[in-house]
């Protein structure tokens, strides 16, 4: 039975600890001359395609929100594992977001797919955009958005897109405990999957990249002990 419920995760010891801002997220966001591809790098599986190559079409669109809040103090964030289904991302820990629709900013979109998926309906101001990402597996363009509420949502998961939420710690992404590597194969070929911890879970492809470039982001604006 899918757990629709909210999964807190505990605070951790140490450098993770270190208090972070909003203006602090603010300044990431902000940052000239950042190198996203050495951020991106750093928690992307190996070998992997950062870009599309000999496919018809084009790829088809998407945006999700990091959304930012405080709980007890700390800024936090939601994740949500996906349901098991027929699908690439089935079972995946994913932030919230999905398809663009005809006539959307993808603005619009991260913050539609962000009300469906987890009854946030509170004005979110957006702080900034992260950057665009293309996942191979399912032809996606991905286009990621940091966004906050003053106050911790009353976050209601549609059972039907989310099968658990998880808050988590901004700060837990600056936890070098918090991360692992595991080393598996594909198609006969060596294959590492960089991965962030939470809780039970394992957060890698397309979203721990995009974390890791907030990662990125974050310790160039503040002191990482």
């Known amino acids: 039975m899918p757990d629709s419920g909210l999964q807190p995760q505990q605070p951790l010891p140490g450098p993770s600890r270190l208090a972070i801002t909003l203006d602090d997220v603010r300044r990431a966001l902000a940052l000239p001359d950042f190198d996203v591809m050495e951020a991106q790098l750093r928690m992307a599986p190996q070998p992997r395609p950062f870009r599309r190559i000999d496919a018809p079409g084009t790829a088809r669109l998407a945006s999700v929100l990091v959304l930012l809040y405080p709980v007890d103090g700390v800024l936090t964030f939601v994740l949500m594992r996906r349901p098991e289904y027929q699908g690439v991302h089935s079972g995946q820990i994913s932030l919230p977001g999905g398809s663009r629709e005809d006539g959307e900013t993808f ?7 962000t009300c469906e998926e987890f009854g946030v309906s509170d004005p979110v101001e957006l702080l900034g955009a992260l950057t665009p990402i293309y996942v191979p597996p399912s032809d ?7 966004g906050y509420l003053p ?6 998961p549609d059972p039907g897109e989310v099968a658990a939420a998880l808050e988590v ?39 721990a990249i ?4 907030l990662e990125g982001r974050l310790r160039a604006v503040i002191e990482v002990k």
């Open 107 to 113: 603005e619009q979109t991260a913050l539609r797919e």
């Open 140 to 146: 996606f363009e991905i286009h990621p958005f940091v």
């Open 151 to 156: 106050s911790r949502p009353d976050l209601k």
């Open 169 to 207: 710690p901004l700060h837990l992404l600056l936890d070098p405990g918090a991360k692992g590597i595991e080393e598996t194969s594909r198609d006969g070929q060596p294959f590492t999957i960089p991965f962030y911890r939470v809780g039970p879970h394992q957060v890698w492809g397309a979203t």
């Open 210 to 213: 995009m974390l890791s470039e």
